[in-house]
């Protein structure tokens, strides 16, 4: 938050996201920009192959992590995102700052019964305590994209969940973790770092 408040520019992904996790100094100005969106959205699509063009996507959580995400999924024209949260205050509040776009619906996590989606991705804090988020194996389709957030965990609940519903595509967060590292970095220097070496140096199998 400091960090925000601090810039004198926000790229729109900052503003909208009420976080930034790069600064640049030029002169007199300070830019923000917030990468975490663009990393997750880099790493579906160019790492694991998977279009989110014409796709319905489920974003669960509508906090930070999820509140960054929004505009990158956004920009690559699926054909729904729903954001399904525990509160549907919260889930609402995120809705507001995209106001005027048709393709965002919200609901409450336990309200997605008989709803089935291409890409599910879980913001949710959940599986950092080991838990699973309080949704049903039926909302995955067996040929579309598991997405955790959280890395480093293995196969967490949520995905322990969506590989018994037979889905086969399954990722944690370690590629948007890197993905979005480069983007910084390639904001900063001008030249993209080569991200496969180090999303295969830190990817723990999701077994």
Known sequence: MEAFEYATDLSERA?????????????ERIYADNFDGVGLVNDIQRNLGFSLEGRRVLLLG???AARGAVLPI????????????????RAEALKMQFAGDD??????????????FDVVLNATSASLRGELPAVRADI?????????LAYGKGLTPFLRLAK????????D?????????????????????DTKPMIEALTIPLV
Do not use: H
């Open 173 to 193: 967060g370690v590629g948007m973790l890197v993905e979005q590292a480069a983007e910084a970095f390639e904001w900063w220097r001008g030249v993209r770092p």
């Open 164 to 171: 018994g519903a037979g889905v086969t595509q399954l990722a």
């Open 74 to 89: 956004l920009e690559q024209s699926p054909a729904t995102l729903v954001i399904a949260n525990r509160t549907l205050q």
């Open 62 to 64: 509508a906090g930070g």
């Open 15 to 27: 503003r909208l996201a009420g976080a930034v996790n790069a600064l640049k100094f030029e002169g």
């Open 140 to 148: 995955f389709s067996p040929d579309g994209l598991a997405y955790e």
């Open 103 to 116: 393709r965002i619906q919200v609901c409450r996590l336990q309200d997605l019964a008989e709803q089935k």
